[in-house]
């Protein structure tokens, strides 16, 4: 059984940082594609940042440029730095995980074999 854990969503002021972690347990977390999703209210969950098991690593471009993803496979967790946030970023963040393929272009949720349970992100203005 994999499972997912989320921490460190909160509420920060625009223009703000946050550093988002997801611990991963159940399966070896090496052989994972990880990637961070969200979702805003009313909307669909959209594709965010994705890192392979190489390290290669994709962002949405509503991103690029403010949002890091890295991952430590010594300790089983992916991280999502979120830097000069933004009132548009507010929404429920979740991890993904993926074991299967040897990488290429896993931007939808659907591509996604386990989930967490989502972390809250509030961006004021």
């Known amino acids: 059984q994999v499972q997912l854990v989320e921490s460190g969503g909160g509420l920060v002021q625009a223009g703000g940082s946050l550093r988002l972690s997801c611990a991963t347990s159940?399966?070896?977390?090496?052989?994972?594609?990880m990637a961070w999703f969200r979702q805003a209210p009313g909307k669909e969950r959209e594709f965010v940042a994705l890192?392979?098991?190489?390290?290669?690593?994709t962002y949405a471009d509503s991103v690029k440029g403010r949002f890091t993803i890295s991952r430590d496979n010594a300790r089983n967790t992916v991280f999502l730095q979120m830097n000069s946030l933004k009132p548009e970023d507010t929404a429920v963040y979740y991890c993904?995980?993926?074991?299967?393929?040897?990488?290429?272009?896993?931007?939808?949720?659907?591509?996604?074999?386990?989930w967490g349970q989502g972390t809250q992100v509030t961006v004021s203005s």
């Open positions: 993904a995980a993926r074991m299967s393929g040897n990488g290429g272009y896993y931007y939808s949720p659907s591509d996604y074999e386990y």
């Open positions: 159940g399966r070896t977390f090496s052989y994972f594609h």
């Open positions: 890192i392979l098991r190489t390290g290669g690593v």
